[in-house]
T-cell receptor, first 117, second 110 residues
Framework: GAVVSQHPSWVICKSGTSVKIECRSL??????MFWYRQFPKQSLMLMATSNEGSKATYEQGVEKDKFLINHASLTLSTLTVTSAHPEDSSFYICSAHLAGGPTDTQYFGPGTRLTVL | DAKTTQPPSMDCAEGRAANLPCNHS???????VYWYRQIHSQGPQYIIHGLKNNETNEMASLIITEDRKSSTLILPHATLRDTAVYYC???????????FGGGTRLMVKP
């Protein structure tokens, strides 16, 4: 149980285009989902917290107009990188919070590798 | 999140126990210790968590000192597939706001 999927697993796009990444909790509902970014040889950095039905909360330094987050249902959150540039190339990882139960923790998706040319 | 300190890297022989330490001296009385690992180019994987009692599951054992200022994750029989970065995290609120530090890069060698 507690499986989180991401789509696509990798994407290559041209500079200036927008890219949407989907995060789904497959076997549980998640009121809260999180988006992280990881650059090579670095640790995960939290970008934003997404709550179903409300606006996302962004971490300091993360542009909310550039990284659009939508959490329209209890099993789906999307991250759209708008007007992507080469410096946005990174590994994007989502997680979903399984509240209550024996673990009460976040379960992570497999990640999406974005390359902007 | 309470600050945690882990060694940056460790080696372990295949088939032997891997003992990964973590210091969390500022942990509060009701804060849990969580362990995750990240295999190269994958999302982090939950391993185990505990409050003050030792815990064991199919993946690992977690030993927490009586004063709760440190803990050790034990992989009883490490395999090559256990090569990963292991993160010890003490979230302020269970399940929320995970802050990933540098973790320990465990290399299991044949």
């Amino acid at each position: 149980g507690a499986v989180v999927s991401q789509h696509p697993s990798w994407v290559i796009c041209k500079s200036g285009t927008s890219v949407k990444i989907e995060c789904r909790s497959l076997d549980f509902q998640a009121t809260t989902m999180f988006w992280y970014r990881q650059f090579p040889k670095q640790s995960l950095m939290l970008m934003a917290t997404s709550n179903e039905g409300s606006k996302a909360t962004y971490e300091q330094g993360v542009e909310k107009d550039k990284f659009l987050i939508n959490h329209a249902s209890l099993t789906l959150s999307t991250l759209t990188v708008t007007s992507a540039h080469p410096e946005d190339s990174s590994f994007y990882i989502c997680s979903a919070h399984l509240a209550g139960g024996p673990t009460d923790t976040q379960y992570f998706g497999p990640g999406t590798r974005l390359t902007v040319l | 999140d309470a600050k945690t300190t882990q060694p940056p890297s460790m080696d372990c022989a295949e088939g032997r126990a891997a003992n990964l330490p973590c210091n969390h001296s500022t942990i509060s009385g009701n804060e849990y210790v969580y362990w995750y690992r990240q295999i190269h180019s994958q999302g982090p994987q939950y391993i185990i968590h505990g409050l003050k009692n030792n815990e064991t599951n199919e993946m690992a054992s977690l030993i927490i000192t009586e004063d709760r200022k440190s803990s050790t994750l034990i992989l009883p029989h490490a395999t090559l597939r256990d090569t990963a970065v292991y993160y010890c995290i003490v979230p302020r609120n269970a399940g929320n706001m995970l802050t990933f530090g540098g973790g320990t890069r465990l290399m299991v060698k044949p």
